[in-house]
């Protein structure tokens, strides 16, 4: 189900003003509380707002080298690789993707000897038959949503 513009407005200015209360959020709308209310309780149970919790940089937290490691993974061994690919904490996520590699990893390091180690501990599966790492240099785009929802409903 799309969002209307109020749900837009809503999670616009939330994501301006991650501490803001319901009643103030309520004001800054010129809607009701309950309204806000019961709005953001739906964006929850949709899956659109999917945490309130504070967003944690690995640069903040001693992992500042990010980088992007693409998966070749055996044949029939899916569930096993992504199993062990679970295992590792630098590990931040990982897309089954199409094309050349099967799976994409976004993997932080503290260091590039300690990014080669943690290849190496993927390898050591054996689900994955080959890797191959970019590491990103900097962000020319950081993750964004406030365009697309502006764009959703004419914002």
């Not at 300690?114 to 054996?126: F, G, T, V």
């Not at 993750?143 to 929802?149: A, K, V």
């Amino acid at each position: 189900m799309p969002l209307d513009a109020l749900d837009s407005r809503l999670l616009i200015t939330m994501r301006a003003n991650p501490r803001i209360g319901l009643t103030e959020l309520a004001r800054l709308l010129g809607v009701a509380r309950g309204t806000v209310q019961a709005r953001v309780e739906k964006l929850t149970a949709r899956g659109v707002i999917s945490d309130f919790g504070p967003t944690v940089t690995p640069e903040g937290a001693g992992y500042p080298i990010l980088a992007f490691v693409s998966l070749q993974i055996a044949q029939g061994r899916l569930t096993e690789a992504v199993q062990a690919l679970k295992a590792l904490p630098e590990i931040l996520e990982v897309y089954g993707t199409s094309g050349q590699a099967d799976l994409l990893c976004r993997v932080v390091a503290r260091s590039t000897p300690d990014l080669q180690e943690i290849i190496a501990r993927i390898l050591a599966s054996p689900a994955v038959q080959r890797t191959d790492t970019t590491i990103a240099l900097s962000v020319q785009v950081p993750f964004r949503i406030e365009p697309l929802l502006r764009a959703t409903v004419g914002a």
